[in-house]
């Protein structure tokens, strides 16, 4: 069994910037593809950025388009989202997900992280 275990999760003021890191423990995910999702409080979880196997393909929901930024160092099986220009909105609880198959549906990821808290104050 494979474990997924975020941090970097914190309060910040809006405009400054987070880095969240997924590292894999019990086995190695470097065959799976990575995504990151986040659930603000009243709202369903959704998809936030995800990225291939190999790192060359990445897509982001368009909320976060051009301010974060999903990453992965498969020799550390660790995956990274830096998150730039944070917005009271970007509020949520995140966790990070691993699937075989590169995609924004959660349905897709057979593997999930208990997440971290991202606080943005404005």
């Known amino acids: 069994q494979g474990q997924l275990v975020e941090s970097g999760g914190g309060l910040v003021q809006a405009g400054g910037s987070l880095r969240l890191s997924c590292a894999a423990s019990?086995?190695?995910?470097?065959?799976?593809?990575m995504g990151w999702f986040r659930q603000a409080p009243g709202k369903e979880r959704e998809f936030v950025a995800a990225?291939?196997?190999?790192?060359?393909?990445?897509y982001y929901a368009d909320s976060v388009k051009g301010r974060f930024a999903i990453s992965r160092d498969n020799a550390k099986n660790t995956v990274y989202l830096q998150m730039n220009s944070l917005k009271p909105e970007d509020t949520a609880y995140y966790s990070c997900?691993?699937?075989?198959?590169?995609?924004?549906?959660?349905?897709?990821?057979?593997?999930w992280g208990q997440g971290t808290q991202v606080t943005v104050s404005s």
């Open positions: 990225i291939s196997w190999s790192g060359r393909s990445t």
């Open positions: 997900a691993a699937g075989l198959k590169y995609s924004s549906r959660q349905g897709e990821y057979d593997y």
């Open positions: 019990g086995r190695t995910f470097n065959s799976y593809a």
